[in-house]
């Protein structure tokens, strides 16, 4: 009989390691990242951060996070059979370091090649954009040789503050250059008189001024200040992603997919700026 005890706790006690050993495995993979949340399936989720700069990443009237830049990046996800997030980069100053982390795959997100060529893994250009000038439609500017004097805002690190920074001579007409933490308040305070003029991204000012300004108040000048072109940045060396999500978008711009996507942001100057790869 106490035979019979002893090998019905031995039974026992087997089975609890066993469930130990596999619990721990478990743990152990979810940790290193080798587990997946689906059992189904071996999705690899798809983290893109990025910053809220419509058209090309923003949220809707439904809280959904939308953009020119967001829907070829789902698109990517789809083709890959890949989970999409969309990661919000709420201090952009931090987006290399994020990135470092592996706390986002990559950043795609108006993203400027120029300048960055070395800090990132980049993908092949895919957008051509523009550095432009907006006033106020009342205020007498109408060239670059009015700003004579002005004061100018300008959302700090970004490829508008580098812009400016690069260019002397456009540099020097202006009495006062101001850093600003977005475009939305620089606009407003270009409403208000705070300041005499602004510099952004093209599609960017379309956006803004048509949709959240409408129209009225502001424009922008025809001669740019400098040509820039967008690509996704990966971690340094992070050739194996960079490739796979290459060939995707290759594939997607050979098939019309990209030009279909972009035709529901026209209206912001997206379509005529693409870079057909």
Not at 130 to 143: E, F, L
Not at 147 to 154: I, P, Q, R, S, Y
Not at 204 to 220: G, L, P, Q, V, W
Request: proline share 2%; with cysteine; net charge negative.
């Amino acid at each position: 009989m106490n035979k019979k005890i002893i090998l019905v706790f031995a039974l026992i006690l087997a089975t609890f390691l066993m469930v130990g050993a596999v619990s721990a495995e478990g743990l152990f993979g979810f940790l290193d990242g080798s587990n997946t949340s689906d059992s189904t399936n071996d999705q690899k989720t798809f983290v893109v951060g990025f910053s809220e700069f419509p058209p090309f990443g923003y949220k809707d009237a439904n809280g959904e996070y939308i953009g020119f830049d967001l829907d070829l990046a789902k698109e990517v996800a789809k083709r890959n059979n890949w989970t999409f997030k969309a990661q919000p980069i709420i201090d952009w100053e931090s987006k290399e370091v994020e990135l470092n982390a592996n706390e986002i795959d990559c950043i795609w997100s108006e993203f400027t090649i120029d300048g960055r060529e070395d800090d990132y893994t980049w993908s092949d250009p895919y957008f051509n954009s523009s550095q432009v000038i907006v006033v106020k439609s009342n205020s007498g500017i109408d060239s670059i040789d009015d700003l004579n004097g002005k004061v100018l805002e300008v959302q700090s690190e970004s490829s508008a503050y580098n812009a400016i920074q690069n260019n002397k001579t456009l540099k020097d007409l202006f009495s006062e250059i101001n850093k600003i933490g977005d475009d939305d308040t620089a606009l407003m305070d270009l409403g208000s008189g705070v300041c005499d003029a602004v510099i952004m991204d093209y599609p960017s000012a379309n956006y803004r001024i048509t949709e959240r300004f409408h129209d009225a108040d502001f424009k922008i000048l025809d001669e740019h200040v400098t040509h820039e072109k967008y690509g996704v940045a990966f971690k340094k060396g992070n050739d194996e992603l960079k490739d796979q999500v290459q060939k995707t978008l290759d594939e997607m711009f050979k098939d019309g997919t990209v030009d279909r996507i972009a035709q529901n942001y026209t209206e912001y100057g997206i379509s005529e700026e693409l870079l057909h790869m």
